[in-house]
């Protein structure tokens, strides 16, 4: 069984920094793409961060730059270092792996103050 759970969200400051966590059972995370959600009340999930089996790495425009996805392939978890926080990165952070189904992580809140 797939699970996914995340750590490491919480209340920073503008400019700050926070590392989220997505420890990974019942799958390889280096064996799978790996991906960073987040969601804000009454908007879509957008992707945030991909990492490729091949290591390779994609973003959105908006975090390029400030934002870095990760892996240690032996504690089977994937890392997202967010640094330069902005107020509009206040949201809910998923990670996920899409296989059969997509699967979830139960989310973690970031929220940057201005």
């Known amino acids: 069984q797939v699970q996914l759970v995340e750590s490491g969200g919480g209340l920073v400051q503008a400019g700050g920094s926070l590392r989220l966590s997505c420890a990974a059972s019942g799958i390889i995370a280096s064996m799978n793409v790996m991906e960073w959600y987040r969601q804000v009340p009454g908007k879509q999930r957008e992707v945030v961060a991909t990492i490729f089996i091949s290591g390779g790495t994609n973003y959105v425009d908006s975090v390029k730059g400030r934002f870095t996805i990760s892996r240690d392939n032996a504690k089977n978890t994937v890392f997202l270092q967010m640094n330069s926080l902005k107020p509009e990165d206040t949201a809910v952070y998923y990670c996920?792996?899409?296989?059969?189904?997509?699967?979830w992580g139960q989310g973690t809140q970031v929220t940057v103050s201005s």
């Open positions: 996920s792996v899409l296989r059969n189904i997509r699967y």
